[in-house]
């Protein structure tokens, strides 16, 4: 039997995320996003926040992030957002 620890993502870095999006244009909807406190991936690299799964719904795209305190996820995210790795958006103003 395999355990999932995904979960839904925390509220307040929900919030986040919907902010960050919007400025690209985007929306919460366009993705699924998820995080995993007890990956083997956070566990390797010892990420004790996890990561947080950001996965493009048109296109299947996934990216993982580093979840924790001072992860520099929402940096992460912007600049794979400018480089198109997640789909074709409006860079903000």
Same mark, same amino acid.
């Given at each position: 039997?395999?355990?999932?620890?995904?979960?839904?993502?925390a509220?307040?870095?929900?919030a986040?995320?919907?902010?960050?999006? /919007?400025?690209?244009g985007?929306?919460?909807?366009?993705?699924?996003?998820?995080?995993? /406190?007890?990956?083997?991936?956070?566990? #390797?690299?010892? #990420?004790? @926040?996890? +990561?947080?799964?950001?996965?493009r /719904?048109?296109? @299947?795209?996934?990216? +993982?992030?580093?979840?924790?305190? @001072?992860?520099?996820?929402?940096?992460?995210?912007?600049?794979? #957002?400018? /480089?198109? #790795?997640?789909?074709?958006?409006r860079?903000?103003?």
């Amino acid at each position: 039997m395999t355990l999932d620890f995904r979960t839904p993502v925390a509220p307040q870095k929900l919030a986040s995320l919907d902010a960050l999006l /919007r400025q690209w244009g985007c929306t919460l909807d366009d993705f699924d996003m998820e995080e995993d /406190r007890n990956s083997d991936l956070g566990q #390797l690299f010892g #990420l004790a @926040g996890g +990561v947080l799964v950001v996965r493009r /719904r048109e296109s @299947g795209e996934e990216r +993982v992030y580093a979840a924790g305190m @001072g992860s520099g996820w929402a940096a992460a995210l912007v600049s794979d #957002l400018s /480089r198109g #790795l997640l789909g074709s958006y409006r860079e903000p103003d």
